[in-house]
């Protein structure tokens, strides 16, 4: 009854039952009454596995099924919206029999060219141990073996919020799983970055359902200038930088810095898009041109000009793929890989994943229910955040601790003059390609140009502690939300963290390390959680 009071309140386009029990004889009867305009696919006995769609939105084509998956093509009526694969799960209670039901989703990914592929359903298996609360803890061994297969297949579990268990047992000695879930390939990726699933309340049920929606692009802002790391592979980048940073400015050298790099980001722009080109294009081009060469020189295998044009050709074409790499590297943030590394697929993956997973697509509000319109959702941010920074301190301890004191030595040793090498080091020390500031320049480009830059990059620095002065420009920071959760959905489950600009951060790494090196008690203990544990780096964002 609560399965069929849902149904009736909901309007999905398509909808998978599992474990209905229903009489085969009974199934077109029982799901006239509840969705009368839907279409019904039940191929497996005792409603294992049902599909309902609204077949004025979509055609379902019947591929495959067993008695734990049927596996289906999903035909839009518009024709503008490309058709899709997708796998519905009601894996059996036994583990041999599901580890048939893992063989049989490996064939289905090798068998043919599934384009947009999603599987989701009951899986009655966990990815890791934290996927369970309560009970006996997982076997490793099945554990390996479920994601054994999901590699196999090419997928990764598609964004979701909600409970972070989709199964509970209902009883006194509580056992929580997270049976259920989306997974989905690459391509399916590419094309719905925004995609998610909300895992709802279970009501009546032990399982959650999970609600999948596939956005359009999310609505956002202009996306800010970011230096990327792959226009150093450019033969004319080095002049681009020497000309552009050549240009003179009037003012304090903290000024003429900001200015330098304004104009700098003009420059870099319009370079991108005139000179840089669009990499997807370039790598066509480019593999079309080897391969024309290739054909050539096997057509005439002892040409010595033809084979010197594919050779260069080839060169080309591996040049555009090193940079390609080194492009989907920075941006999908994975820098633990070695440079070299030929990961492209595994990198534009893990892009997909970042770029789904920084999106805040839906959020729950005050009253308990949940929005997923942006403008509220922004308008709710701003108003919890705001009220969280005008909140008075209810923190009895006093930030200055009177007892505390440094000696005549540690106070002279703070006070001398800022020195290039100490300006030098803290900027090397931080990461070359962390998360920038609003001006767009991670520590990368300061580093890789420092011959360039080093003047005035030190002077602007050597100005700030010389005059206590810092530009407004300077103190500029992007605030980023981190979830606290990994289903973060409501905005008390997220931390602000500020993203700073270059030179910033500089500035306060060579505090950090003055007073680090003082032989006193110093008063780091109540400077805050930033200069807690020196050990790491102090400025690492």
């Known amino acids: 009854m ?3 009071n849902f149904l009736k309140k909901i309007s999905y386009p398509l909808i998978a039952l599992v474990e209905t029990k229903v009489e085969d004889h009974n199934a077109l009867k029982v799901s006239r009454r509840i ?11 005792r409603g294992r596995i049902w599909l309902l769609w609204n077949n004025s939105l979509m055609n379902v084509e019947l591929l495959s099924f067993s008695n734990q998956y049927i596996h289906c093509k999903i035909i839009p ?3 503008d919206i490309p058709s899709y694969f997708l796998t519905v799960i009601y894996a059996s209670n036994s583990s041999s029999e599901r580890n048939s039901l893992w ?7 090798g068998s043919a060219n599934l384009s947009k592929w999603m599987v989701g359903g009951d899986f009655n298996e966990v990815r890791y141990a934290h996927d369970k609360l309560g009970g006996r803890p997982p076997h490793t061994r099945r554990l390996s073996r479920f994601n054994n297969c999901i590699g196999a297949c090419h997928l990764q579990d598609l964004w979701g919020n909600g409970s972070s268990f989709s199964w509970c047992n209902n009883q006194d000695a509580r056992i929580a799983c997270k049976l259920d879930r989306v997974l989905v390939n690459l391509q399916w990726m590419l094309e719905h970055t925004d995609s998610f699933y909300h895992a709802l309340p279970p009501g009546l049920s032990d399982h959650s359902a999970l609600q999948v929606t596939v956005y359009p692009a999310f609505p956002s802002g202009p996306r800010p200038f970011k230096y990327i790391s792959a226009w150093e592979a450019h033969p004319q980048f080095e002049q681009v930088i020497r000309q552009a940073w050549d240009r003179s400015f009037n003012g304090s050298p903290m000024f003429v810095l900001v200015k330098k790099l304004q104009y700098l980001k003009s420059v870099l722009k319009a370079w991108n898009r005139e000179s840089f080109g669009n990499i997807n294009d370039l790598l066509f081009t480019c593999r079309k041109k080897m391969e024309t060469a290739q054909e050539a020189s ?29 492009l989907l590297r920075q941006k999908s943030r994975e820098l633990w890989l070695r440079e070299g590394d030929k990961n492209s697929k595994f990198f534009y993956s893990s892009l997909k994943a970042r770029a789904a997973s920084n999106t805040i697509r839906k959020v729950k509000l005050e009253d308990g229910s949940f929005s997923n319109d942006p403008e509220l959702i922004k308008a709710h941010a701003k108003e919890y955040f705001s009220s969280l920074l005008n909140k008075e301190s209810t923190d009895p301890t006093p930030v200055l601790q009177p007892s505390v004191r440094l000696s005549i030595d540690d106070c002279q040793s703070l006070c001398e003059p800022i ?20 001006d767009g320049f991670p520590a990368r480009f300061f580093q890789h140009f420092w011959d360039v830059v080093k003047k005035d990059f030190i002077q602007a620095i050597g100005y700030f502690f010389q005059s206590g002065f810092l530009l407004r420009q300077m103190n500029h920071s992007f605030v980023s939300l981190i979830p606290k959760t990994k289903h973060a959905d409501c905005f008390e489950q997220f931390r602000p963290i500020s993203l700073c600009n270059t030179v910033y951060k500089t500035i306060t790494k060579i505090l950090a390390v003055r007073l680090q090196s003082t032989r006193g008690p110093v008063p780091r203990a109540r400077l805050g959680s930033s200069f807690n544990g020196l050990g790491r780096p102090f400025v690492d964002a």
């Open 298 to 326: 096997l057509s005439d295998p002892l040409n010595v000009v033809l084979i010197q044009q594919e050779f260069e050709a080839k060169e080309e074409y591996l040049h555009i793929l090193k940079r390609d790499e080194s």
């Open 103 to 109: 063989g049989d989703l490996e064939i289905l990914e």
């Open 35 to 45: 969705l009368p305009h839907y279409k019904l696919l039940n191929p497996i006995s």
């Open 77 to 79: 009526t518009n024709e």
């Open 2 to 4: 609560d399965v069929k």
């Open 419 to 438: 020195t290039e090498q100490e300006i030098k080091e803290a900027l090397f020390s931080a990461k070359s390609l962390g998360s920038p500031g609003p």
